[in-house]
């Protein structure tokens, strides 16, 4: 299983970017899939996540700014970024947890299992 995260680049403040990411692999069902970040010198942090089936939570810093939604045919995750500020600036990860391959099914030993993107770079000038 790998995820794909793209979409970050560079915005100003007030603008809007729109992270994806993508898990490939013999999936047979994600659980919850959501977006972390972490700026320079500071700790990994909870942006947004979304459960399978579609309830949502938000870091208290992003509500009403930031939308996750999910695709679950398509094992899919966007993060819909609007109003960004500065403080936004960080590397955002994806994260699938509770990943269940088809391999695990078919094995009958559907051990789930939590995976993380490659990151993508947003940067937020002021």
């Known amino acids: 299983v790998q995820l794909q995260a793209y979409g970050g680049g560079v915005v100003q403040a007030g603008g809007s970017l729109r992270l994806s990411c993508a898990a490939s692999?013999?999936?047979?069902?994600?659980?919850?899939m959501g977006w972390y970040r972490q700026a320079p010198g500071k700790q990994r942090e909870l942006v947004a996540i979304?459960?399978?089936?579609?309830?949502?939570n938000y870091a208290d810093s992003v509500k009403g700014r930031f939308t996750i939604s999910r695709d679950n045919a398509k094992n899919t995750v966007h993060l819909q970024m609007n109003s960004l500020k500065p403080e936004d600036a960080a590397v955002y990860y994806c994260?699938?947890?509770?990943?269940?391959?088809?391999?695990?099914?078919?094995?009958?030993?559907?051990?789930?299992?939590?995976?993380w993107g490659q990151g993508t770079l947003v940067t937020v000038s002021s």
């Open positions: 979304i459960t399978r089936g579609g309830r949502t």
């Open positions: 692999g013999r999936i047979h069902s994600i659980n919850n």
């Open positions: 994260k699938a947890e509770g990943v269940i391959t088809v391999a695990g099914v078919m094995n009958d030993r559907p051990t789930p299992y939590d995976y």
